[in-house]
């Protein structure tokens, strides 16, 4: 059976696209469906490629039971082919990505992460913690599980019903 595939985006992928990663991961093994959705993240920046999640995002997650793994590459346009959700965690990035669109399968697979959540408003961004102090680690945490929440109704409805 072939699986459903998320590809989580922000700028660096050390904070904000690895911490939905994980948080997702987390929930879908939750729900026994590891082996259902592969799960990915990346950047549409090249400048932290190979590094590790950034140790405040892997810290405050770690708070949460949820574990950050993985190391920070770039986004590809041709990862359009590999994903069926390619999900930008700010407006910045969304448009970058759009940028990267070249076929209408891509147009479809592109959406804005916190969409899924219903609480959100349409277009809403993860904001970018990067500079700031640990109370936007928290933050990207609570809106990426609101998220993850809804992007995992959202498939199992659509993909494994
Ligand atoms: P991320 O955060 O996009 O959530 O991984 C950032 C990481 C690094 C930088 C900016 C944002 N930076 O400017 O180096």
Redesign the pocket.
């Known amino acids: 059976m072939s699986k459903v595939s998320v590809c989580f985006v922000?700028?660096?992928?050390?904070?904000?696209?690895p911490t939905a990663e994980g948080v997702f991961r987390h929930l879908v093994g939750e729900a026994g469906l590891g082996d259902r959705i592969h799960i990915d993240s990346a950047?549409t920046a090249a400048?932290?490629a190979g590094e590790s999640p950034d140790p405040r995002s892997t810290e405050h997650a770690a708070r949460r039971g949820i574990r950050l793994a993985g190391q920070a590459r770039q986004f590809l346009a041709k990862d359009f082919e590999r994903f069926d959700y390619v999900l930008a965690?700010d407006a910045a990035n969304f448009l970058e990505l759009q940028r990267q669109v070249k076929s209408e399968t891509a147009r479809k697979r592109l959406f804005h992460c916190r969409d899924f959540d219903g609480a959100s408003p349409k277009g809403a961004s993860v904001p970018?913690?990067?500079y700031g102090g640990e109370t936007g680690f928290e933050e990207v945490l609570d809106l990426c599980e609101a998220a993850c929440r809804g992007l995992l109704e959202h498939i199992r409805r659509e993909h494994l019903a």
């Open positions: 922000c700028l660096g992928n050390i904070c904000r696209s950047g400048y932290h965690m970018d913690p990067y």
